[in-house]
């Protein structure tokens, strides 16, 4: 009686630790997708590091505006000790010691800028610019990633529909081989039709082995972006086609402002501008303040200590036209950026224009094969009918099979194309 109260209490213990395990065999959506990828993507934690080291480059540039304290030491070991000859009317040359053969000297000296004609300031902003050029190729990375992730994603159900439809294939054309036989052991028939029906049933079942070995590419490939084991099992959620109706002017001017690449090349463009001017404001006056404190080890010496401070004016009036030359540089690297922002424009503007456009013949076609998909449905059931009643033929039934067979594909690739293109429209837009 006590044994059978301890399998109670373990029968109800074990229930409820699987009810309150997470379903692990759950399948999982587009979101949940994403969100996986984002964690785990190597290339975006590679942006990401980039964007943390341009940070810090900003942080640097800044520091520059602050004052700057350097402490320097050193201990002297001379071989003579310095002295200096004096002549002296009347008097034998002589020479007096100036300091130690042996000496210890320290300072400390503390300097501000106070004004660099802008090449801080400019620094700074070529600083700030980079960074905002990293932040938003992190945004093209995701991007990116996203559409990779979705393009995966419906892949797999692609796919797995394939399968599906390979394996209804075998089944029909078992059922039809069955058929066959039976006419051809009644001798019904020659053997040709025997032959040609398993023939058929044969390629079927090579199609739907090519099939599975597309879908196992197919997870493997989905598992490797969401940063898991490539044989783990992929159990997702289907996507249905929603109908759209894209207005290409509008999502022309959405992209055109959303788009991370081109606000990328822009930032890019500032940056260099920016650094040009910092480099031109070089050769411009230079204007600090120094103050420092020293001690020179000598007995000869009446003060050992001396404190100071100095207005530091600095001015390069020709170097040869260096900084000249090498903010045209900078300068012309902007331009082509800049040419390459335009570039990319246009580019962008034609991939919403063919992103919208197969949005709308997508949705076209599944109208159509899923009409034709019911018509080879109805068009197989008579075939076969008219056979098993010995007025078709075993071509008709086989022609109708391959019809079937053919309408289904031609279905599921539309569904999935139409699918596709609303993601390629969302990330041509950069609302991916």
Not at 127 to 148: H, P, R, V
Not at 279 to 295: C, E, H, I, K
């Amino acid at each position: 009686m006590f044994f059978r109260y301890l399998l109670r209490i373990a029968a109800t213990i074990t229930c409820a630790f699987y009810f309150l395990l997470p379903a692990s065999a759950s399948s999982e959506t587009l979101e949940d997708a994403w969100k996986a990828a984002l964690q785990s993507d190597n290339r975006l934690q590679a942006s990401q590091r980039n964007t943390e080291s341009l940070k810090q480059t900003l942080a640097a540039r800044q520091s520059a505006r602050l004052p700057s304290l350097s402490l320097e030491s050193a201990y002297t070991v001379l071989n003579e000790a310095p002295a200096a000859v004096v002549h002296m009317p009347s008097v034998p040359i002589k020479t007096l010691p100036t300091s130690e053969d042996k000496s210890l000297s320290y300072k400390a000296i503390a300097s501000l800028p106070v004004f660099t004609s802008g090449r801080i300031s400019q620094s700074i902003d070529a600083a700030s610019s980079g960074l905002n050029a990293a932040i938003q190729d992190e945004m093209k990375t995701k991007l990116d990633l996203k559409m990779n992730v979705a393009e995966s994603y419906v892949a797999v159900l692609r796919t797995k529909r394939w399968v599906e439809v390979a394996e209804s294939n075998v089944s029909s054309l078992s059922s039809h081989v069955k058929d066959v036989t039976n006419f051809y052991d009644q001798g019904m028939i020659t053997k040709n039709d025997l032959l040609a029906a398993q023939v058929s049933l044969a390629d079927a079942r090579q199609r739907l082995i090519q099939s599975q070995n597309n879908l196992n590419i197919a997870q493997a490939s989905y598992n490797r972006l969401l940063g898991r084991h490539l044989d783990r099992e992929v159990s997702i959620d289907d996507i249905s086609a929603e109908p759209l109706r894209p207005e290409i002017g509008t999502l022309t001017s959405q992209a055109l402002m959303n788009r991370p690449e081109l606000m990328s090349l822009s930032e890019q463009a500032e940056s260099f501008r920016h650094q040009a001017g910092s480099v031109r404001a070089t050769s411009w006056p230079q204007l600090a303040l120094a103050g420092g404190y020293s001690y020179q080890q000598n007995k000869y010496q009446v003060y050992e200590d001396l404190w100071s401070a100095t207005v530091e004016l600095r001015w390069d009036l020709f170097d040869g036209g260096i900084s000249r030359h090498n903010a045209n540089a900078l300068l012309q690297k902007s331009d082509a950026l800049r040419k390459l922002h335009d570039d990319a424009a246009s580019a962008i503007a034609l991939q919403v224009r063919q992103a919208s456009l197969d949005v709308d013949e997508t949705q076209k076609r599944i109208g159509v094969t899923k009409e034709a998909m019911a018509q080879a449905d109805e068009n197989l059931r008579v075939t076969r009918d008219r056979y098993r009643e010995g007025v078709g033929t075993n071509t008709e039934v086989l022609d109708a099979e391959t019809l079937r067979l053919r309408s289904y594909t031609n279905y599921y690739n539309a569904m999935y194309d139409a699918v596709l293109a609303k993601f390629r429209l969302r990330y041509a837009t950069g609302d991916l």
